[in-house]
């Protein structure tokens, strides 16, 4: 057993360590007031494992290694939690954000936890600052309750709280000469089975680490240069390049056999051979930000062609036969299945005699055909894979502007027919967000061409600036710029998209291109699609939500391939790869077009599928409440905007309901309960929704079911955006179904506070609903 004030003192002297393997501190407020609140009411919180080790030929953090130290191996997230709320500070080996304990208050009457929050908290004595309790003593706190009489009586719970760190932790110790960093590595992942797993590339560095302490900073600040240019590459990323400099090959065991001084060297190298692969994809091809660089594992080939030519490509030819064979690879999916297997391949195939060109026809038999087909532009969304390919062809043709006829500088990249125009005629958001609806535009003409019809400019910019449409290739004929005509206008634009892409791709393949001119690096723009997307908005608005409760950040407009076949199983609004929180849990999927992906699938590759906005906020808010120890307790939205965002209501994942395909019962009737009658008429709304537009909102309906028309009705109206079933009416246009539009009725005015009609009617403003 070990006292938690000799485990903090410990950690001050710097004998108490992290191993350099180890990831960072990844827990939110949520589980730190958690935390506290379960040792407060003394619930058992798990033990410590710890590995006593001669630290002098291992990398560790938190202070100089050398003799023996004590690595906490198990424990990290509640020892660095302890140690921040009762120090003030993190710990020496923190790596990861102290906002998620800065702050943290301990309500003596009520014996809860949460974090500050001014309108609620300011100036009430029995709010007590937790760490300035620990820092500085109970003197100052006992002060502020004598103020009145009555919290006398809370002194006791004051000095409980205090009396924590006189609690014992079990902690288990592995020691020995047979426990090596190989072994403990295993016990490690073992032991964090249910937690934060390390991946192989975690495993492959820690053994680089031992022998290296500044392996893993050294990556991180190439990863952070790069991010500062636009490009959000992993630290397994960069690794598979170190690997395949290093060794040629793809396993990161081959790493075993290679020492720290080889590393360090294969790291310098690999960095150099990434930034000239990423200036010509980006000066040859225009491809020069994140989301339009596709194929990253491909990059890790070409590092080793660079490497086996001494840092540089042999000739201008040589150079675009490998640009030729990285964007075939990267569109047609190479390695967005078996992507060790085929990268072993094709790093063994580009050291052979032949080089590019093996390469080049290896890929060749793989696909059958390295032709663009117009069916490959199929796709929908910024996430799917041929959207790159939209923006190399504007890019390399260089598509003029609609307003001025010149080429497009800083740009965004929008819809030619807007989302609402088309929504409005009946198209599916597939059909909507096809890629071959994407053009180039100026910040300047980007509102114009999102409000007016394609008939309407199309004709006249292309009078004024002959050849307009071929540069950004757009079908001539006037016929197709019509709303009726999309689905048409669609097939045209890919086979003008495909033909130029192909017309590109074997210019570079022949030679024909090694004498263009260098595309500059322009901004892109962020936005870029119709100034009303009423589903990005809702999706933007659930990420910050979930941003402020400290979980991680998605990948938007994400392709999910399948990991034997690299098909893609879907391009969904938003994927958490790592869970909700990194290395926690199950990949999360947000995918609001269940009908184009493949649901199944997914589910049995593991991923946590929502097709709500609501289901997913609720299964977030749902972890919340269990990482905080109050299953039960609802937070409260205090209106401060200084705190933590807050949500009303419970929100728990719906699961579907046993009701689905009957209305829930409303609540028993009483003469003239108002209620009531809202109740009846929240599942009227939902008949008509469904008998009327085909929109059957299941999630409504479980909602109904468990809480209740009112109660309902205000959680919705407590969200920061609107529901989906809101986005599916106006898609619609039947906004007179939607709760926003139901609570406006005079006769349920009284149910709702001036606050929350408030809501309804900007909601219904917003877009042009009176």
């Known amino acids: 057993m070990a006292r938690l004030s000799t485990i903090l003192d410990q950690i001050d002297a710097g004998s108490m360590l992290l191993p350099e393997?180890?990831?960072?501190?990844?827990?939110?407020?949520?589980?730190?007031?958690?935390?506290?609140?379960?040792?407060?009411?003394?619930?058992?919180?798990?033990?410590?494992?710890?590995?006593?080790?001669?630290?002098?030929?291992?990398?560790?953090?938190?202070?100089?290694?050398?003799?023996?130290?004590?690595?906490?191996?198990?424990?990290?997230?509640?020892?660095?939690?302890?140690?921040?709320?009762?120090?003030?500070?993190?710990?020496?080996?923190?790596?990861?954000?102290?906002?998620?304990?800065?702050?943290?208050?301990?309500?003596?009457?009520?014996?809860?936890?949460e974090f500050y929050a001014p309108v609620k908290m300011k100036d009430d004595p029995l709010w007590i600052d937790v760490t300035e309790l620990f820092v500085h003593g109970a003197e100052r706190q006992?002060?502020?309750l004598a103020t009145d009489a009555k919290n006398w009586?809370?002194?006791?719970?004051?000095?409980?709280?205090?009396?924590?760190?006189?609690?014992?932790?079990?902690?288990?110790?592995?020691?020995g000469p047979d426990k090596t960093t190989d072994v403990v590595v295993e016990i490690f992942n073992r032991v964090n089975s249910g937690g934060t797993k390390l991946s192989k590339g975690d495993l492959a560095l820690a053994k680089i680490c031992a022998e290296w302490s500044g392996a893993r900073p050294t990556m991180?600040?190439?990863?952070?240069?790069?991010?500062?240019?636009?490009?959000?590459?992993?630290?397994?990323?960069?690794?598979?390049?170190?690997?395949?400099?290093?060794?040629?090959?793809?396993?990161?065991?081959?790493?075993?056999?290679?020492?720290?001084?080889?590393?360090?060297?294969?790291?310098?190298?690999?960095?150099?051979?990434?930034?000239?692969?990423?200036?010509?994809?980006?000066?040859?091809?225009?491809?020069?930000?994140?989301?339009?660089?596709?194929?990253?594992?491909?990059?890790?080939?070409?590092?080793?062609?660079?490497?086996?030519?001494?840092?540089?490509?042999?000739?201008?030819?040589?150079r675009d036969k490998a640009l030729y064979w990285y964007v075939h690879a990267a569109l047609s999916g190479r390695f967005a299945g078996s992507t060790e297997t085929y990268l072993n391949q094709d790093l063994a195939t580009i050291s052979g005699p032949r080089g590019i060109d093996d390469l080049i026809g290896r890929l060749r038999r793989w696909r059958r055909s390295l032709v663009i087909k117009p069916d490959d532009l199929q796709g929908a969304g910024k996430g799917a894979r041929y959207y790159p390919l939209v923006y190399l062809v504007g890019r390399m043709l260089g598509a003029r502007d609609f307003a001025s006829g010149e080429k497009v500088g800083d740009f965004l990249v929008q819809p030619l027919f807007g989302k609402s125009l088309l929504s409005r005629a009946g198209y599916r958001p597939a059909e909507i967000n096809a890629i071959?609806?994407?053009?180039?535009?100026?910040?300047?003409?980007?509102?114009?061409?999102?409000?007016?019809?394609?008939?309407?400019?199309?004709?006249?910019?292309?009078?004024?600036?002959?050849?307009?449409?071929?540069?950004?290739?757009?079908?001539?004929?006037?016929?197709?710029?019509?709303?009726?005509?999309?689905?048409?206008?669609?097939?045209?634009?890919?086979?003008?998209?495909?033909?130029?892409?192909?017309?590109?791709?074997?210019?570079?393949?022949?030679?024909?291109?090694?004498?263009?001119?260098?595309?500059?690096?322009?901004?892109?723009?962020?936005?870029?699609?119709?100034?009303?997307?009423?589903?990005?908005?809702?999706?933007?608005?659930?990420?910050?939500?979930?941003?402020?409760?400290?979980?991680?950040?998605?990948?938007?407009?994400?392709?999910?391939?399948?990991?034997e076949t690299g098909r893609a199983l879907s391009v969904a609004e938003a994927?958490?790869?790592?869970?909700?929180?990194?290395?926690q849990g199950a990949p999360v999927v947000l995918e609001l077009d269940p009908d184009e992906a493949d649901l199944p699938r997914m589910a049995e590759l593991g991923y946590e599928v929502f097709t709500s906005v609501e289901a997913l906020r609720g299964y977030a808010l749902r972890r919340r409440r269990e990482a905080a120890g109050s299953a039960h307790e609802a937070p409260v939205l205090t209106g401060s905007p200084d705190e933590a965002p807050a949500?009303?209501?419970?929100?728990?994942?719906?699961?579907?309901?046993?009701?689905?395909?009957?209305?829930?019962?409303?609540?028993?009737?009483?003469?003239?309960d108002p209620e009531h009658e809202f109740h009846q008429a929240m599942t009227r709304i939902y008949q008509q929704a469904r008998d009327e537009t085909g929109y059957n909102a299941t999630y409504l309906l479980s909602m109904l079911a468990e809480d209740g028309g009112v109660e309902t009705a205000k959680r919705l109206l407590a969200s920061a955006t609107v529901s989906t079933g809101f986005t599916a009416l106006w898609n619609k246009q039947r906004l007179d179904l939607t709760v926003e539009a139901l609570v406006l009725d005079q006769k349920f005015a009284g149910l709702f506070t001036p606050d929350e009609?408030?809501?309804?009617?900007?909601?219904?403003?917003?877009?042009?609903?009176?």
């Open 21 to 113: 393997f180890q990831r960072g501190y990844v827990w939110n407020r949520d589980q730190v007031r958690g935390f506290m609140r379960s040792l407060y009411l003394g619930y058992p919180v798990g033990s410590l494992l710890v590995w006593e080790t001669d630290t002098t030929d291992k990398a560790v953090r938190g202070g100089p290694g050398g003799g023996v130290r004590q690595l906490l191996l198990d424990g990290q997230q509640r020892v660095t939690s302890l140690y921040g709320v009762t120090r003030g500070r993190p710990p020496a080996f923190f790596e990861g954000d102290p906002a998620a304990f800065t702050g943290l208050r301990f309500n003596v009457s009520e014996e809860s936890f």
């Open 142 to 144: 006992i002060e502020r």
């Open 153 to 175: 009586q809370h002194v006791g719970k004051l000095m409980k709280l205090q009396n924590l760190l006189e609690k014992d932790f079990h902690a288990e110790q592995i020691t």
């Open 220 to 318: 991180r600040s190439y990863l952070q240069r790069w991010n500062n240019e636009g490009y959000d590459f992993s630290l397994d990323w960069l690794l598979r390049n170190v690997n395949a400099v290093a060794t040629g090959r793809a396993p990161f065991s081959a790493l075993d056999a290679v020492s720290a001084d080889e590393f360090e060297q294969a790291l310098t190298g690999a960095a150099d051979h990434i930034n000239l692969v990423l200036d010509e994809v980006a000066s040859r091809l225009g491809l020069d930000h994140a989301r339009v660089l596709p194929g990253r594992p491909a990059i890790a080939v070409l590092s080793r062609l660079l490497s086996e030519n001494g840092g540089e490509f042999t000739d201008p030819l040589q």
């Open 436 to 563: 071959a609806n994407f053009v180039l535009v100026t910040p300047e003409s980007a509102a114009e061409v999102a409000r007016r019809r394609p008939e309407d400019y199309l004709g006249g910019a292309e009078e004024m600036f002959p050849g307009l449409l071929a540069s950004q290739c757009l079908p001539s004929d006037p016929d197709l710029w019509r709303v009726e005509r999309y689905r048409d206008f669609l097939a045209a634009r890919r086979k003008l998209l495909a033909a130029a892409a192909n017309e590109i791709l074997d210019g570079l393949l022949a030679g024909d291109r090694v004498d263009a001119p260098r595309l500059p690096r322009v901004a892109v723009r962020a936005g870029g699609d119709d100034e009303i997307d009423i589903r990005a908005e809702e999706v933007g608005a659930l990420v910050e939500e979930l941003l402020g409760l400290g979980l991680a950040a998605p990948e938007r407009d994400a392709e999910i391939p399948d990991p």
């Open 575 to 583: 994927v958490w790869p790592d869970g909700l929180q990194p290395g």
């Open 647 to 672: 949500f009303t209501g419970s929100f728990d994942e719906a699961p579907v309901s046993p009701a689905v395909g009957r209305v829930p019962a409303a609540p028993p009737a009483v003469a003239a």
């Open 757 to 770: 009609l408030d809501v309804a009617r900007g909601r219904l403003a917003q877009f042009d609903y009176a």
